[in-house]
Every structure is written in structure tokens, then in C-alpha cells.
């Protein structure tokens, strides 16, 4: 039993859980193995619901939506504030990024079952 205080996020359970059980594996997540080398992870969450997907990172939440659409709100302890998406474009290049790759890698193959 532990608490990990690291932003984390879903896509971080798999390579943890692998991590864990002290597996070997080529590794095809985004996510990471937060126990790894605590205080050294990327400090972002990727987010996603069924239409929308966001990047949680340095205190910022980057989310878009379909048909081009973006929000960016501002996240703290007494909750989150919509701001101008504009406020940081270099968040919503890198949501944007990271979302495509995944896409393009997804589309290319890259994600089938590994098979040795």
C-alpha cells in the first residue's frame, strides 16, 4: 500500500502494474511506469471521454473536441477556470501532438498484440 502523489493518469496503470511484476516487454504505452523513478515522470495526464480527449499538465488543461474544437482551463484546488485557449498554444500543440501520433501509430499498425 503506498500513495503516489506524481499527476498520473490511466494510461500510466499498465506499464505500473507491468513495472510491479517486475515484467520484461517491449514497450508500446504512452503511458509510464510512474514507480520507476519516482519525481522523474513527464508530470502529465492524458484525459479522454467519449468524444473528448485533454492534457493535464502544469496546472493547465488542454482539451479537445470534435470539429477543431478547443477549451483550455486553468486547474487548481478550489476547482477549474475556463481561459482563452490562446493563453498557451504551446499545450494545445503538444495535446494535439501526442494525440496524433497515437492516431497515426494506431492507423500504421504499431499497437497489434506483440508476438515474439
Known amino acids: 500500500p503506498g500513495v503516489i502523489s506524481e499527476l498520473t493518469s490511466q494510461v ?3 506499464p505500473t502494474l507491468l513495472g510491479l511484476m517486475n515484467w520484461s516487454y517491449p514497450s508500446r504505452f504512452f503511458g509510464q511506469d510512474v514507480l520507476a523513478d519516482i519525481g ?3 508530470n502529465r495526464a492524458f484525459i479522454g471521454t467519449y468524444q473528448k480527449v485533454g ?3 502544469e496546472g493547465h488543461l ?3 473536441s470534435p470539429v477543431r474544437h478547443t477549451d483550455l482551463y486553468r486547474v487548481g484546488p478550489g ?3 475556463k481561459i482563452d485557449p490562446d493563453a498557451d498554444p ?5 495535446t494535439i501532438a501526442f494525440y496524433q501520433m497515437a492516431s497515426s501509430l494506431y492507423q500504421q499498425g504499431v499497437f497489434k498484440a506483440y508476438a515474439p
Not at 504551446?90 to 503538444?94: A, Q, T, W
Open 62 to 64: 488542454s482539451v479537445l
Open 40 to 42: 522523474s515522470t513527464d
Open 90 to 94: 504551446e499545450l494545445l500543440r503538444d
Open 79 to 81: 476547482g477549474e477556470i
Open 12 to 14: 500510466d496503470y499498465a
Open 55 to 57: 492534457l493535464l499538465q
